[in-house]
């Protein structure tokens, strides 16, 4: 996925002058997980830009950038470090556009690595989207393939929208089923592993049937997607799996229509579970299929601790965890 | 180990029945501070920090090197124009305690800042100004009316609804969208200079922040990038000695001067009597041609003083002496003006009563067109479905389905 | 509600001396709501603090408070304000005691006026609460009358954990019942507008069955626990109404009851409506009192969008939307 | 207008393959810098902030006015601290390669901050370190044992399994838990010491971040609330030249000396020779004593170089010259106080390679220890259940449930 994303900047500078990439280590270095690498010598130092270490000061300038003109692509080295430049998101970013009517906005794409499962501890391991998706005036996204990545990477920076763009390192080089026990596997074999060389894009307004199925639908994104997939195949049912990807705007009508056909629900994702963007996932589908509904739509998320360095295996929502919650489903009479 | 431990809370010189004492300014006479050629070294022009850049004496005469020799017309238009945004501030706060408008807030005596700053910049200069820069807005022929129409919230609202009064943006003029948060827009300027320095464009950026909200982490982030990548940007710092009820001590302004916070980067300051329009302007042209020339970012304070109350929800008399503004050494930067232009001989009392008058008409006028466009309890209203747009580039289906909800509610749809 | 606000914090200056207070213009001048009117002249300026405007640095510096003994109370002007604090506020302050395995805790409150009400626009009028819900280590208040706000601050003084204590600024003077045409009202003639004038405390883990009904439930909090009754009156039926006053920890049981009862619920908030508090309060409900729901549960909000100045009462859930949602809720058959 | 508009890029001196050049870094001689008595005014004594304080000259002989003249005992001791600090640091980075412990951060060359400032500090004063500060944990006597047990965050682990290794706390020797997020602690540094001041305790705090670290907000808060309140802090930047592959340019290192950062601020800095154990701990001491006697804050720059990866996860051959650190003009601390000592006629080269024979063997015995308590994958674990507590401080329901699921799920509930 790393060169997936890789290519989403190597494409957008080619094409467009006016996009430039920003953030720390990014430049020289070719950034901590090498998403840039070889794109400051490709394009300059004008185009990737090495950062100080000021998040806000980051996104705050990068709001600068986009008013005059330019494309900004703002990496965030690790999510749990967005905090500093909330304001500025929040504040700012979201709301230039509504509040000058349209005079201004600031189309700033910005890229965070989040999630856990890479032994980084509660600093290097959150999933905080679900405070990204109340804010309105941005969007949220989170990826869960090469594929995707890529093609909504170029989405975003094409987006007159500012948007936050999520990357779950622990599928940065290979999907993860949420076996701790077994060895890492690369993207390499994987349908969506394989990434075109140009330019192409994919929309930022769809969720994407992941696998169809008759008994229930899980609902998630990111990691767990790949999760999802192996704990419906290890519980032994059919499942319908959607990935969110656009975690705002919400492709209701995916959802709707395949709860409406499955009547059970499971909701799944790897950040703390209250006020997560699940709930709004749980409460959006009782809305919507109330009348279809043949259990209580269930959540299987992180708990609502920190991110333990030891515990990162009880804590991360584990194929196990997923299995238990779908055979939990289905028991419902 | 001897002394006992205390922590020390800042106190301003005066509160409420004490008489003003402003012997903490420390005060340059004019002309007093030397001029460097605009590609002097930061290390080499740090007394710029220190020192206060003056031009007009007690006796209203310009003096020293940073006299920039404005012709009759620019300095009477600077009159003008600092006599209308004075006449707009005095309607506008009359109308908000009037409840024709829901707040307002006053730059008076401040206005040279605005002003003679503004007079300095080219047109293609970005301004990010903040809430007290009205007079930018005015010298830039935002309009009146237009700006009226915005703190009235009314069909012609150049915001459509969405501010707060005071809220002011004008794209066309180079005038960013203003925000109620503090010093936010300190980084953008710096971002919006990056940009274009990276096109290699020659237009600079400004930005303004009040001497409380230097405290901001925007205004750290500003002075860093600006100094790291050596932006062309000018940041100011509009010291009116308090911060609503907080004097300028609790921003760590009775230590150093807020033209030195950059020092430390390599950031030359410059401290200017900021009711000077003269010393204002030169200093800010000084910047503005160092900026143009690479010669990167500058740190300009205005010190001045804030004559009025912080807004219309304010009382200062809680918290400050009554008469504090008339013992203000700096003086009212109109009248300073004006001062001068009698002393050349450009001006008169008589000229300046009815100029007075004239601006009063002008606004008198605006307001009434302005209110012909409704008010927030008069109509014409803007249309409700406005409160939806813009949130996005195109509206998402979720804010699609609110606005149905909401217009179905009021019977506006079926 | 201001005197019960000023009135906690003398009661704790007065019987606490670890008791601190610091924020912008709340010394010299009683802050700019008056809630520490007179107080610093009281118990002295190093009690009493006035702060630099820097939300981060406050917040940042009343951890260093709280690390050394003290127990400060630190206010931000408007909760709009908050996010320069934010970092702080979730990386440092939630995470100090789990992070140090209770070596280090740092018992700060932070207190904010929230929601809209008083033409304040979109950056004087914003409910963050479902942010700060979403975090863990941080627990979460808003009041919605004298009594309580009174009771719950000196609780949340007393805490050893932080809080984030919201004030509704519009219910400051009295209550207000979201028809923004009726002349406003005091406190005087409110059952709990009366505060006694000691020492007491309201308990922070407990809802309030504000008032108790058979025909549905209204699961609300702060100013729109007032718009719900006057709505439930208006509309004619008999809602149980319940206050949550502390939004996280979450007394599920009080709201179980009394769905389980119902069978209805509505759920109501000025905050956006994505993602917001009442997104929880939605998925709990679902889960916990599925077979007893006759009627999906529904949410009435603020819009996904800022608080406009002009549109301020087409933006505030009025009176007017809680009736219309409370008749199309019993309508469902 | 005559210059073309460019964006200034900050670039290191050398990058890989090209020869090292620390010619931009401004040295002092050794005792050139004069030592103002504590109560010196800020205004007074802004020179210390530009030139170098140092005392081991290239002889190894302790010169100037800033000679602490510490005993034997002392120079001894704070040798063994750092040669240990060492020690333990080349173990526990072995250790992460071999796959015993996640992750590690050496402070390879940087031992002198730690040591030399830890011995300047009274036990009483409240330490707020930085992830490169583990020198501070050893010298207060944390206990080997116990660092690694954090590291293996094994059943022993004084943070019960929550955080990555080297995040350290010690409540009781006054040292707070460090943090993942940058910076952070230094507000808290300043917050702690206002609390002092505030109930009249003579005890003062100190925190540390990297000069990559000063762009940050709390860098700006801190330094703005310890003016404000002439809070009795010491607040410490480590500048070790490198932040992960950026240069101390990317802060602004190159235009003016961190320690020059709170200049504008008058808060009194001190730029001091981080490798020289006696000019640190004099500084440090100085800056001390001043806030002891309420003088209010100080910032101190520690010139120094990073002579490891960042981290484990580094490879810094990517973006610096490889033999970088052994062209650093100011060497090596341990060498060069090794080399006074020997100097001094205390100590001899068979003295230092037993005593580094020593603390091997001591961080050998202590990591035999420390593994029996357990690693990530050997028990004895902690229990898993601990992830639901010091979430608050009692488990509300919520969490007790969660709780419960978890270990039902697990088999260890019924
Ligand atoms: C981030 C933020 N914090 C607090 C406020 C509330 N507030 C509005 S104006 C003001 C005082 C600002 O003082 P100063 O910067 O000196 O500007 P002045 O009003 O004197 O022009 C405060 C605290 C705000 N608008 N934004
Ligand atoms: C808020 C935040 N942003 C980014 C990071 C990622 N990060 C960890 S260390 C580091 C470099 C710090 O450099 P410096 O402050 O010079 O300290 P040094 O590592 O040199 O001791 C970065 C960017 C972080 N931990 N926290
Ligand atoms: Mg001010
Ligand atoms: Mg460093």
Request: aromatic content about 10%.
């Given at each position: ?14 094409r ?15 950034g ?17 830009i ?52 349209g005079e201004f ?6 890229r ?8 980084g ?72 592993g ?18 169809s ?14 999760v999802a ?28 229509e ?10 799944a ?34 708990w ?6 030891a ?5 991360f ?15 419902v009479? | ?11 301003p ?40 850049v ?12 940073w ?29 908000q ?9 006053q ?6 800042v ?17 809430y ?21 919230s ?24 203003i ?8 980084p953008h ?10 096109k290699?464009?020659p ?33 100011n ?15 760590g ?11 430390g ?17 030169a200093?800010t ?8 020339n690479q010669?990167g ?5 205005l010190?001045?003083?804030r ?32 001062q ?15 100029l ?21 309890t ?15 580039a195109?509206?998402?289906?979720h ?16």
């Amino acid at each position: 996925m790393i060169e997936a994303i890789r290519s989403a900047h190597d494409v957008m500078l080619e094409r467009d002058p006016s996009v430039v990439a920003l953030g720390q280590d990014i430049g020289y270095f070719g950034g901590v997980f090498r998403c840039t690498d070889g794109l400051q010598e490709k394009y300059g130092e004008h185009r990737v830009i090495d950062a100080p270490i000021a998040e806000g000061g980051i996104i705050g300038v990068a709001i600068g950038l986009g008013v005059n003109g330019l494309r900004p692509v703002a990496e965030i080295q690790f999510a749990d470090y967005i905090y500093p430049g909330f304001d500025q998101i929040v504040s700012e970013l979201s709301r230039l556009r509504y509040r000058s009517a349209g005079e201004f906005f600031s189309p700033v794409v910005i890229r965070t690595p989040c999630g856990g499962g890479i032994r980084g501890g509660q600093t290097h391991s959150q999933s905080p989207e679900g405070i990204f998706t109340h804010i309105s005036g941005v969007k949220t996204v989170m990826v869960s393939n090469p594929y995707d990545a890529k093609g909504l990477l170029i989405s975003a920076i094409e987006s007159n929208d500012p948007i936050i763009f999520f990357e779950p390192k622990r599928i940065y080089n290979g999907p993860f089923d949420g076996d701790p026990d077994k060895p890492a596997v690369s993207w390499a074999s994987h349908p969506r592993g394989e990434v075109p060389e140009g330019y192409y894009t994919v929309p930022l307004d769809k969720a994407e049937i992941v696998q169809s199925g008759e008994d229930l639908t899980i609902i998630t994104y990111g990691t767990i997607v790949h999760v999802a997939q192996a704990a419906a195949k290890a519980a032994g049912v059919s499942a319908e799996i959607i990935d969110v990807r656009t975690l705002m705007p919400l492709d209701i009508e995916t959802l709707r229509e395949s709860v409406n056909k499955t009547g059970r629900c499971m909701v799944a994702h790897e950040a703390t579970r209250f006020c997560g963007y699940g709930a709004e996932l749980v409460a959006t589908v009782q809305k919507e299929c109330f009348w279809h509904l043949e259990a209580p739509i269930s959540r299987v998320t992180g708990w609502d601790t920190p991110y333990p360095h030891a515990f990162e295996w009880e804590y991360f929502p584990v194929q196990r965890r997923l299995v238990d919650g779908i055979r939990k489903l289905m028991e419902v009479a | 180990m001897s002394k006992q431990p205390y922590l020390h809370i800042p106190r301003p010189t005066a509160r409420p029945g004490e008489a003003p004492d402003f012997s903490y300014l420390n005060l340059s006479p004019a002309g007093a501070v030397e001029r460097p050629p605009i590609d002097a070294r930061a290390g080499e022009i740090e007394y710029l920090a220190l020192g206060l850049v003056r031009v007009l004496d007690d006796d209203h005469v310009a003096q020293g090197p940073w006299d920039p020799n404005l012709d009759k017309d620019t300095l009477v238009r600077a009159l003008r124009l600092m006599v209308l945004t004075r006449a707009y501030d005095d309607r506008m706060q009359r109308m908000q305690r009037q409840g024709k408008i829901t707040f307002y807030m006053q730059a008076l005596g401040e206005e040279a800042v605005s002003i003679g700053q503004g007079l300095a910049f080219e047109d293609g200069d970005m301004m990010f100004p903040a809430y007290r820069n009205q007079g930018l807005y005015i010298m830039r022929d935002t309009g009146l009316v237009e700006m009226m129409c915005q703190c009235l919230s009314n069909s012609r609202d150049m915001c459509k609804g969405r501010q707060m009064p005071i809220f002011y943006q004008n794209a066309k003029k180079n005038l960013f969208t203003i925000s109620g948060n503090l010093a936010t827009q300190y980084p953008h300027a710096v971002g919006w200079a990056m940009g274009a320095a990276i096109k290699g464009e020659p237009n600079i950026a400004a930005s303004w922040v009040g001497d409380g909200s230097t405290a901001e982490a925007d205004f750290h982030y500003a002075l860093t990038f600006a100094a790291v990548y050596n932006a062309p940007v000018i940041l100011n710092v509009t010291n009116n000695q308090w911060a609503i009820s907080t004097f300028q001590g609790f921003a760590g302004g009775d230590r150093r001067p807020f033209a030195a916070r950059g020092l430390g980067l390599g950031m030359p300051g410059i401290r200017v009597d900021g009711n000077d329009l003269l010393a204002v302007y030169a200093a800010t042209r000084w910047a503005a041609d160092r900026a143009r020339n690479q010669g990167g970012p500058t740190l300009i304070e205005l010190v001045t003083y804030r004559g009025g109350a912080h807004s219309t929800s304010d009382d200062p008399s809680r918290y400050r002496p009554k008469d504090e503004w008339s013992s203000f050494p700096l003086g009212d930067p109109v009248d300073r003006l004006k001062q001068h232009l009698v002393k050349l001989g450009h001006w008169s009392e008589e000229e300046q009563t009815s100029l007075e008058e004239e601006m009063k008409a002008t606004v008198s006028e605006a307001w009434k067109e302005a209110v012909s466009y409704g008010t927030l309890t008069e109509p014409p209203f803007l249309d409700v479905s406005l409160m939806f747009e813009d949130v996005f580039a195109e509206m998402p289906d979720h804010l699609a389905r609110q606005r149905e909800k909401l217009l179905r509610m009021r019977g506006e749809r079926s």
